[in-house]
């Protein structure tokens, strides 16, 4: 198959048919206004809705464009440093409230979906997290008791003699399955947020770009490209799309862009050799790889970050496919139907953030990690608004950094991406060349 012929458009997309008619017109006043209609905002929306507020949703482009539709349907407690890192910076009662949001995050989409009866192929599969070295195999295993132990997080560990068990492949040293992690249709997953949202009044607008957030006596007067609105509260959920329009918290999330393929249709056998168990997988590279079966099992869905600097689906396609052949081997001469990218958002403290500036309450940074995170932090953000207690969190009053110099244009990517990759492959063939 020619690169050419691959669908540049993500493979989930495909799964979810035309989306409802919205409406057209825009309200002149609301109580509540969000920007964004991704995951955080339309859950955000779905819980201010609910508490008796009338609310409207903006989107730049079409709701569902951004990563929420975009990503690889991943689910995992979400937060990236570990509990003695976050306790040095804040306390050990502060660390363990961070990484517990995760947990809470984790637990309540599963809870979210099976109460709301969301038809979005949600699975607890669990994870194999696979070390690309023994060291960090060794390393893994070490962090993995220290997290059962001290967090109550489940796990097992899987040596690379049994690793074929969890994973169809030699290309690992073994690793850690996290039993909790889950598997969702994202696509899915976003239409029936917005079906519930839309339920309970919600107006949703896209190809509605917000251009400026003003404070009035009474709230906020925003700009939009169809007009201005009043509103009483503003929330922004831009994450990844985060632009000028909010400059301070421009400068304080990084986008950075992940890519993502599909094969073509595979047979149920080969399926059942690369994913024995319907585990989603990820590894210890720095530069990380993320892969899982479609929830069809019908095709093997292969992302990550393939270059040093933002490129095109198809010229990541081409490098994606490559590492998921030198994984596994059995997908060499295989097609590929989808090739796609979207824009995540990481911190420079690779946290989460959410809270009030100026006024106007946030929720973003989900450092790749966004599933539950981003739907349960714009449920949060939701009851903040409601002037409920429990939208309170344990990520509330953290500083929320920026770097000199830094405008949201992130200048030195290119560089740590290109270090990252170049050491995770040293790494990787030292570790070939002593087993």
């Keep these: 198959m020619q690169l ?11 799964q979810i048919g035309a989306p409802p008619t919205l409406p057209t017109g825009l309200p002149k006043t609301v109580d509540v206004l969000i920007v964004g209609a991704g995951y955080t905002g339309l859950s955000a929306a779905i819980t201010t809705a609910r508490g008796g507020r009338s609310t409207l949703v903006l989107d730049a482009e079409d709701p569902g464009y951004g990563c ?6 991943q689910i995992s407690t979400s937060v990236k440093p570990s509990l003695d890192k976050l306790a040095a910076k804040f306390g050990v009662e502060r660390a363990r409230g961070i990484r517990m949001e995760g947990a809470k995050a984790l637990t309540w989409i599963g809870d979210f979906i099976a109460d709301e009866g969301l038809d979005c192929d949600f699975r607890r599969v669990g994870r194999f997290h696979a070390a690309h070295t023994p060291q960090h195999y060794e390393a893994l295993v070490r962090d993995a008791e220290k997290m059962r132990q001290r967090e109550n997080i489940e796990s097992f560990a899987v040596p690379r003699h049994e690793q074929r068990s969890q994973l169809g492949t030699d290309a690992y040293f073994g690793g850690v399955v996290f039993s909790a992690h889950c598997s969702v249709h994202p696509g899915k997953f976003h239409r029936e947020l917005l079906r519930l949202a839309l339920g309970e009044r919600v107006q949703v607008l896209g190809q509605c770009r917000v251009t400026r957030i003003a404070r009035t006596a009474s709230g906020f007067r925003v700009q939009t490209a169809k007009g201005p609105v009043e509103a009483r509260d503003v929330i922004v959920a831009t994450n990844g799309y985060t632009t ?3 400059p301070w918290l421009q400068r304080r999330v990084i986008p950075i862009g992940s ?3 599909a094969t073509e249709e595979l047979p149920e056998a080969t ?5 024995p168990g319907d585990r989603i997988a990820s590894d210890t590279c720095k530069v990380v790889y993320y892969y899982r079966a479609s929830p069809d099992r019908r095709r093997v869905l292969f992302g990550g ?3 040093a600097s933002e490129t095109t689906p198809l010229a990541g396609a081409a490098r994606l496919r ?3 052949c030198r994984i596994f081997p059995e997908l060499e001469g295989v097609g590929l139907s989808h090739a796609w990218s979207g824009t995540v958002a990481y911190s420079f403290d690779e946290l989460a953030h959410t809270g009030v500036h100026d006024g106007v ?3 973003m940074g989900y450092c790749g990690s966004g599933v539950s995170m981003a739907p349960y932090l714009g449920m949060r953000a939701g009851q903040k608004v409601l002037g409920r207690r429990e939208g309170v969190t344990a990520y509330d009053g953290l500083p929320f950094p920026t770097r000199p110099l830094y405008q949201g244009k992130p200048w030195f990517l290119p560089a740590a991406v290109a270090w990252y990759r170049w050491n995770d492959q040293r790494q990787f063939r030292k570790a070939i060349g002593m087993s």
């Design 4 to 14: 050419s012929d691959i669908r540049q458009s993500p493979y989930w997309h495909d």
């Design 68 to 73: 929420s539709t975009r990503n690889g349907g």
């Design 244 to 246: 000028a329009l909010t």
């Design 259 to 261: 890519y993502i393929i």
């Design 271 to 275: 399926i059942d050799t690369l994913f």
């Design 305 to 307: 970050r393939v270059s």
């Design 322 to 324: 490559q590492d998921m």
């Design 361 to 363: 309450h946030y929720a």
